[in-house]
C-alpha cells in the first residue's frame, strides 16, 4: 500500500503550476510523471535514501518481483524543481525494466530524457536521483 505525503504532493503541485521556474523540459517532464510516481511506500522490496551536496534528499521505494521492477516511487522532502523532475525520470525509465537494464540508467540518460534541459547548477540533481537508485538496488542484491 503506498502512501503519499499531502505536504509533499501540494508543493509538488504547487511546482508544477510554475514552468517559468525551470526550463520547459524539465517542467513538463516532472509535471506529467510526478503524480503517478511521487510518493513514499509502505512494503517496497528495497529502499534508499542520500542527501546531495546542496542539501536536497532523495528516496526510492522499489517493488522487484522475478527481477523485474514491478513498481516504484521517489520521494524528496527538501528537493527543488530539478530534484523532482531527475527522481520522476529515473523511475518512469526503470519501471518495466530488469534489474540489469536498470542499471544502464545513468545520469547522462536522465539529462538527454530531460533534453538537457537542467541548468549547470542543478546537473548534480541527476547524479542524486540515480546514486539513490542504485544504492536501492545494490541493497536488493546483496538480499539475494
Given at each position: 500500500?503506498?502512501?503519499?505525503?499531502k505536504?509533499?504532493?501540494?508543493?509538488?503541485?504547487?511546482?508544477a503550476?510554475?514552468?517559468?521556474?525551470?526550463?520547459?523540459?524539465?517542467?513538463?517532464s516532472?509535471?506529467?510523471?510526478?503524480?503517478?510516481?511521487?510518493?513514499?511506500?509502505?512494503?517496497?522490496?528495497?529502499?534508499?535514501?542520500?542527501?546531495?551536496?546542496?542539501?536536497d534528499?532523495?528516496?526510492?521505494?522499489?517493488?522487484?518481483?522475478?527481477?523485474?521492477?514491478?513498481?516504484?516511487?521517489?520521494?524528496?522532502?527538501?528537493?527543488?524543481?530539478?530534484?523532482?523532475?531527475?527522481?520522476?525520470?529515473?523511475?518512469?525509465l526503470?519501471?518495466?525494466?530488469?534489474?540489469?537494464?536498470?542499471?544502464?540508467?545513468?545520469?547522462?540518460?536522465?539529462?538527454k530524457?530531460l533534453?538537457?534541459?537542467?541548468?549547470?547548477?542543478?546537473?548534480?540533481?541527476?547524479?542524486?536521483?540515480?546514486?539513490?537508485?542504485?544504492?536501492?538496488i545494490?541493497?536488493y542484491?546483496?538480499?539475494?
Amino acid at each position: 500500500m503506498k502512501k503519499k505525503s499531502k505536504a509533499s504532493f501540494k508543493k509538488v503541485s504547487a511546482l508544477a503550476k510554475n514552468p517559468k521556474a525551470m526550463p520547459s523540459a524539465v517542467s513538463k517532464s516532472y509535471a506529467s510523471r510526478t503524480a503517478k510516481h511521487f510518493g513514499r511506500m509502505n512494503d517496497p522490496s528495497v529502499s534508499a535514501y542520500l542527501k546531495g551536496i546542496c542539501g536536497d534528499d532523495m528516496e526510492f521505494y522499489i517493488v522487484i518481483t522475478n527481477k523485474i521492477i514491478t513498481d516504484i516511487q521517489f520521494y524528496t522532502q527538501m528537493g527543488c524543481e530539478a530534484t523532482i523532475a531527475c527522481g520522476s525520470t529515473v523511475a518512469q525509465l526503470a519501471l518495466g525494466k530488469s534489474i540489469d537494464e536498470a542499471m544502464s540508467i545513468s545520469p547522462q540518460k536522465i539529462l538527454k530524457a530531460l533534453n538537457d534541459g537542467l541548468p549547470e547548477n542543478h546537473r548534480h540533481c541527476a547524479i542524486l536521483a540515480v546514486s539513490t537508485f542504485y544504492k536501492a538496488i545494490a541493497y536488493y542484491l546483496l538480499q539475494d
